[in-house]
């Protein structure tokens, strides 16, 4: 199945950040705005991992949660991938303990790797949280420069979350495991 490792922002989090994007919704028919219910920040992401992986997978994340500390969080600012000039991804920006989080990211991905999840996506952790996504390259710099100041709330993240990808006409995430964070 398809996996990947998530911190879940609590609701009022995630309403700030409704909230400031509600005044743009409308003007950029290019994008296709993310439900929010989908809306989560991903640790690691892991691919198509066997279901015989999936004892040890569990065993291993609980233990790299368990030795991470819990974090505060707070969404700042907006941006995009691969830029805001060629925006295919929009997303929010985090402040807090990033330094942390990449650690706790990089615990995550290696003990996947070693429950023999062979897909871990390798690129360098970004903390984001995707809001949308287009098909073609937008300019999306006023946009990014809209929410420039955005600063929410600051919230706990206590768990991560092992959640599950099925893909399909509308993309659904379900949260298979939760493990708290310890350290
Ligand atoms: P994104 O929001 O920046 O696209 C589920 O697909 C989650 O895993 C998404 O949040 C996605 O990030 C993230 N992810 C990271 N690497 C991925 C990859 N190689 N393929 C698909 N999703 C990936």
Redesign the pocket.
Known sequence: MRL?AALLPPPEALDELAGALAPHRDDWPELRWLARDNW?L?LS?FGEVPDRALPDLSVRLARAASRHPPVTLSFTGAGA?PSARRGR?L?YGLSGPVARLTKLAASLAAGARRAGATQV?E?PFRP?L?VARARAEVDVRPLVSALAAFEGMRWDAPDVHLVR?HLGARVRYETVESWPLGG
């Open positions: 990947f989560h991903t992401f991938f991804v997303w996506d690129k984001h995707s990808s």
